[in-house]
């Protein structure tokens, strides 16, 4: 490795003196600059994916054009240096090139025989298209000269040069890509041409002048001719990219680490845009979208990389390149199998095809949909490629999240107006939107949007993340768009060139005969189209979407998991057909019925509501008596749809104005009716008489029971009483009874001594029944005294949106509508408590809770049903704490059982 000055080695954190450890010797003493031949993939913390990659190939033997990685412990020390490069890198880059410039045999800036190169970033975890590149470095008024008649081809070389000033341009000086597209476009306008490829050299000549002019107009700043000034300001540029805007957005999506900077790969150059005997193409060794087994990508002839991913021209699938480059498709063919044996996993490649010879410019493990990764992930254990373990660690929870992919109803009739790529799939329903900024403004004000635009760029990501799907009229499957959507779960239709999109006037219309606008179809924005991210499909309105099944690959990883994780997976259920869903997705019981949800349909509210408005003990009773068949119908379909399963229902926990209307609304019906209507009066007096100052902490949950006793003696009925009907059926039932807001032992004692009495009085002696009683910790009073508690219990379910709510003291409603997400983005809060679990607050009251009712109570069985139960993080902290189970929405029911495997392979 180059020596370095001793300013670089303190900014990199070198070490002047003995380590003990040589793996801590590797760990401190990385260069700041690591040639590809020196590096491998252990070494990916400090060359980032990119740069691992390269030198991985580079000791593979691979036709990789040579080149060196800049650190992402430089990049660390430029923010910590004022956004300035340290001192004495620029003479250790210097060095390298000569390396280069040795094996390539060229000279960086030389006027006959020029090196040029491409400066790009590359973060330890993948980010493509989220920070900057700079292609064809080294080029200047001189030097395109000596690349002209080395190559004796001068429209190639003046058009490379035109690209380097507008990708340097826009990277280094931050002039807006349309004012060059806008003089690309006047130039063509005037001399007659369709496309790029038809301008001539002196054409290119005018338009570099024209370039290099607006550059100066726009920044005060003239274009540099030195190449090492070039060099010195891409690698600026590029560091600088990782803090702007898209690449924050995008990080802060996949909970990226800010600290985990970018390195900078520098590689020599090779062009795909020299002739028809050149090309270059982005391919993956199987489908991202369906992860069947087949080469699946495009690429152009006669091209550069930027060409294909940012989805300017629409290129042709790789396949067809066995018709043209037969020799090139054999090559590309053994590398990728290569490839994906030595990274262990599916490869997403750049290659660039110079004058019959293929390069490799970059490998990575290949963004996948959800449905490929699983897919995936089970080939590659059945291959003998990887483990199940591994198989279970790649999954990404976001992807799971999205798995089970809503599709098309086929029985409708469907109003297609256009057709294009099928680059990510699933469905979704939106109103067309036609710029990002758009997208996240209609999106916050709770509309449904489809992106739709000529193509997506990096810049657009805020607006592809506020989307239900993306439309886009050019660019292909590995185009910009195809590949963020595919990563979000979202659908895509790429490269539809049916559509016309007028941007200024905000509409977009399918072309009728030649392209003509006239009578053809409009969609304006806000109208709502379909996408169907599976066919391509562009559907005028709204349709109905199917829910989608399990597969059996995702059957499988599933298989493995349960063989593995030691948590078990509960649902939240609170009927019998959700309950029957909750099992077919694995679910191992419920671990929440909430009952109250049982009162909301419109047969059973009217007598909930008067039961509340009862004068007198006999008129509430009454209404109770309606209730309990129709509570105690729903126990026994609960019963029967998890047989076997425990089954834990919790009483009911609201307060009892949540059944009644608004008092607002009462108020404004009584004032706009002619005759004061005296059962509405009747209405606004209870409801008055019930208002509290602060409902959460009012009189709710066992509270409420234990004021008033005959609701929880109803309810326990009903309970009891479909117990006995399911015994007496012949079924197995495991029922357990949570009491609801318990903050002192004798609260639950008291609601306890009640279930067990109507347990005597409806099962009688002859009816054996093993129930449980527990309660739900969400006071924190409850987790400090749950030594006592734990005696009176069978079991501690922690309802952690309320936990959550009294540890914060935020009201949740009010806190993530006003200022909770204010929080997040200024990094006051790692992340919204409601969602992720608070491990050190929240999660420390839990781990209390669990330590002192264990020794209080060791058969004590413990579990959390939140929401917290559905989130991959919470769920870690759950398995890490010792809890016995999580609870979930029965959708999430296939992700938590994955992720409490992730969890035991990740911390055990």
């Excluded at 190169?117 to 700079?134: A, H, Y």
């Excluded at 042709?316 to 063919?333: A, D, G, V, W």
């Excluded at 969400?778 to 749950?786: D, G, I, K, S, Y």
């Amino acid at each position: 490795m180059e020596a370095q000055s001793p300013t670089i080695r303190n900014a990199i954190g070198w070490s002047t003196g003995p380590v003990a450890n040589p793996k801590e010797q590797f760990m401190t003493n990385v260069s700041s600059i690591v040639h590809f031949h020196e590096g491998h993939a252990g070494m990916k913390q400090w060359l980032g994916g990119k740069g691992a990659s390269l030198a991985e190939m580079t000791r593979a033997g691979l036709p990789v054009p040579p080149g060196f990685t800049v650190t992402t412990n430089v990049c660390r020390a430029f923010y910590e240096n004022g956004n300035q490069l340290p001192e004495g890198l620029m003479p250790d880059i210097r060095n390298a090139i000569l390396r280069i410039e040795q094996l390539k045999s060229q000279r960086f800036g030389d006027e006959r025989n020029p090196l040029l190169f491409s400066v790009r970033s590359g973060s330890v975890t993948s980010m493509p298209g989220m920070m900057d590149t700079i292609l064809n470095l080294g080029l200047n008024d001189a030097t395109v000269l000596g690349l002209s008649g080395e190559t004796k081809n001068a429209r190639f070389a003046f058009d490379c040069y035109r690209r380097f000033i507008q990708m340097f341009g826009n990277v280094v000086f931050g002039v807006e890509s349309i004012h060059f597209e806008l003089l690309l476009h006047k130039l063509k306008q005037k001399y007659g041409y369709q496309q790029d490829r038809d301008v001539a050299a002196e054409a290119w000549t005018e338009l570099i002048e024209s370039y290099k002019l607006m550059i100066k107009n726009h920044t005060g700043n003239v274009f540099p001719q030195d190449v090492y000034i070039q060099l010195q300001l891409a690698v600026e540029a590029v560091f600088r990219s990782w803090n702007n805007p898209r690449a924050i957005t995008y990080r802060n999506a996949y909970r990226i680490p800010d600290e985990q900077g970018t390195a900078v790969t520098i590689q020599s150059m090779v062009f795909g845009n020299k002739g028809d005997d050149c090309g270059t193409g982005v391919l993956f060794t199987r489908n991202p979208s369906t992860g069947e087994k087949k080469l699946y990508g495009e690429y152009l002839i006669n091209a550069q990389g930027e060409d294909v991913v940012a989805g300017i021209r629409t290129p042709l699938p790789i396949n067809e390149m066995n018709k043209e480059m037969p020799h090139i498709y054999s090559q590309l063919t053994d590398i990728a199998k290569q490839l994906e044996l030595l990274n262990k996993d599916v490869q997403d490649i750049e290659f660039t095809v110079e004058q019959n010879k293929l390069f490799i410019l970059q490998t990575r493990n290949g963004k996948r949909t959800a449905q490929a990764a699983i897919k995936i992930a089970v080939d590659l254990v059945d291959e003998g490629i990887i483990l199940a373990e591994e198989a279970l660690k790649r999954i990404e929870m976001e992807h799971l999240d999205q798995l089970l992919h809503r599709a098309i109803d086929s029985e409708q009739q469907l109003d297609t107006i256009a057709k294009g790529l099928n680059a990510s799939p699933g469905a979704a329903s939106g109103r067309a939107v036609f710029d990002a900024d758009t997208a996240v403004d209609w999106k916050l004000a709770g509309h449904k949007v489809i992106l739709v635009c000529a193509e997506t760029s990096p810049d657009d990501i805020h607006g592809v993340i506020a989307s239900e799907g993306v439309l886009t009229s050019r660019g292909g499957m590995t185009s910009h768009a195809a590949v963020v959507a595919r990563g979000m779960g979202k659908p895509c239709v790429c490269g539809c060139e049916e559509i016309r999109i007028d941007k200024m006037n905000r509409h977009f219309y399918v072309a009728g005969p030649g392209g003509l606008e006239e009578n053809c179809r409009k969609v304006h924005e806000g109208d709502w189209i379909t996408l169907d991210g599976s066919t391509g499909r562009v559907i005028l309105g709204t349709v109905s979407l199917k829910e989608p099944e399990m597969t059996g690959e995702l059957t499988r990883l599933l298989q493995f998991a349960d063989g593995i994780r030691r948590l078990k997976v509960l649902a939240n259920a609170d009927n019998p057909e959700d309950a029957r869903k909750a099992r077919q997705f694995g679910a191992e019981g419920i671990g929440l019925c909430r009952t109250e949800h049982m009162f909301m349909s419109s047969a059973r509210l009217p007598v909930v509501q008067s039961m509340i408005l009862a004068e007198h003990q006999a008129e509430r009773q009454h209404s109770l008596d309606q209730l309990l068949p129709m509570q105690q119908e729903d126990f026994e379909g609960i019963f029967a749809a998890m047989e076997g399963l425990p089954v834990n229902i919790r009483l009911l926990d609201p307060p009892l104005h949540e059944f009644l209307p608004k008092l607002e609304l009462l108020q404004q019906r009584q004032r706009e009716s002619a005759n004061k209507d005296e059962e509405t009066n009747k209405l606004i007096r209870k409801v008055q008489s019930l208002h509290e100052v602060n409902p959460m902490l009012g009189q709710r949950g066992c509270r409420l029971g234990i004021v008033v006793p005959e609701i929880y003696e109803m309810q326990l009925k009903a309970i009891f009483k479909a117990i006995l009907a399911c015994k007496e059926k012949g079924m197995k039932v495991r029922p357990e009874i949570m009491i609801p807001l318990v903050g002192h032992v004798n609260e639950l004692k008291r609601v306890r001594e009640l279930a067990d009495r109507v347990a005597a009085d409806i099962l009688g002696e002859d009816h054996h029944v093993d129930y449980k009683v527990g309660t739900m910790i969400e006071v924190p009073r409850a987790a400090l005294t749950a030594d006592q508690i734990a005696k009176e219990a069978d079991f501690f379910s922690f309802g952690t949106n309320d936990l959550t709510q009294m540890t914060f003291g935020y009201s949740r409603d009010d806190a993530e509508g006003k200022f909770l997400s204010s929080y997040v983005d200024q990094q006051i809060l790692p992340d919204n408590p409601f969602q992720v679990l608070d491990a050190e607050g929240v999660g420390q009251l839990i781990e209390i809770a669990l330590h002192k009712g264990r020794k209080a109570n060791p058969a004590l069985k413990t579990g959390v049903c939140g929401e917290h139960g559905g989130d991959p993080r919470s769920i870690r902290f759950c398995h890490s704490a010792g809890l016995d189970y999580i609870s979930c929405s029965p959708y999430r029911v296939p992700m938590a059982r994955i992720a409490a495997a992730q969890a035991l392979l990740t911390i055990d």
